[in-house]
């Protein structure tokens, strides 16, 4: 039975995680709460950022296109990583993106100590210049004063932003979602002569496919 109200919430709580990235000025800095990396290619296709739905086909592995409408139209794709993350200062758990280029420096913290929970990373973009070069630090944030929740599942999460459904994720022939493989610093960094010319959409409403409208991620 549904609870009913006449009247507005309080505050700014909303289902689901809010999708940050790096502002043009100022900074985000937060503690990932996830275990590992989670790529995915994306279109900058009818106003809005959409995951790329290229399907595994090929004996070799390889992607085609399938039914994905902004490859069909020759639209690059982009590969985005995301980890999902504490901001310990506004107590706000959300899902951070970057461009395959600055999350080597996750991949480099991953390696050395094999998981990202408990990193603190700081990113910035020096130039303050919208869609400028992203500069992420990472280091092993102290836990002895500061518990972090249990991490999202990260590919419903962003499932949820895209507004994607869930029967749509693809599975193995035995019925198992498939699992993707976390990539290496050298994969990140062959990702990033990957096509990446498109502008980011820098409101809440640019991603759900509203222009103008919703708050500013900037």
Known sequence: MPTWSNHLPTGKSHMGFALKRTPTS???QAIVTCESLTVCDTHYW???TVPCERVQQNPDGSLTAGECAACNNSIPYRVHVYVSALDTRAHEHFIF???AHAAIAFADYEAANGSLRGCIFHASRPKAERNSKVIIQTNTANLAHVQI???PNVIIALCTIWRVPLTQKR???NG???KSARPSRVQLAAMTQQPDNQPEPQTIGEILGHPGNGESLR
């Open 26 to 28: 100022g900074f985000i």
């Open 171 to 173: 599975e193995t022939e």
């Open 46 to 48: 009818g106003g809005r």
């Open 97 to 99: 993106e970057c461009t």
């Open 176 to 178: 198992r979602s498939v």
């Open 149 to 151: 929740p249990s991490a």
